[in-house]
C-alpha cells in the first residue's frame, strides 16, 4: 500500500500508540484490528493463526492409500504470525497461563 504523505496533519501516528507486546490475543486482535476470520491464538509467545491447507499426499502422490483415507489428500498445516502494521515485525503476547 502507497501513502502519500504531503502534510503534517496526515495519519503517521495512527500506529504509535499500539504497543509492541499486548497482554492477551484479544487485545491484539481488536487494536490491531486483525481479520476475525482468522482463530488467532498465542503460540511461543506471539500472536498466530493456524493456516490449514490440502496438498496432494506424499505417501500415493494423489493416488489414495491408507494413510490419506483414500482421498488422495492430506491436511497440513502450520501457524501464522500477525504482522505488526508499525514494527513489521510479528505481534507479541504476554504469556500468562505459567501456572
Ligand atoms: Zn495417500
Known amino acids: 500500500m502507497n501513502r502519500t504523505l504531503n502534510n503534517h496533519e496526515t495519519a503517521t ?6 504497543p509492541t507486546v499486548f497482554d492477551n490475543v484479544d ?6 484490528k486483525l481479520d476475525r476470520r482468522h482463530k488467532w491464538f498465542e503460540f511461543m509467545g506471539e500472536v498466530v ?3 490449514s491447507y490440502l496438498q496432494t499426499c ?3 502422490d494423489g ?4 494413510e490419506c483415507g483414500y482421498h488422495g489428500k ?4 502450520c501457524p501464522v504470525p500477525a504482522i505488526h502494521p508499525k514494527t513489521g515485525n510479528p505481534v507479541k ?4 497461563n505459567g501456572g
Do not use: E, N, P
Not at 492430506?74 to 498445516?77: E, I, K, L, V
Open 74 to 77: 492430506a491436511r497440513t498445516g
Open 63 to 66: 493416488g489414495g492409500c491408507q
Open 49 to 51: 493463526y493456524h493456516y
Open 58 to 60: 506424499s505417501g500415493c
Open 13 to 18: 501516528d495512527v500506529y504509535t500508540v499500539l
Open 27 to 32: 487485545d491484539a486482535v481488536k487494536q490491531l
Open 93 to 96: 503476547v504476554r504469556v500468562s
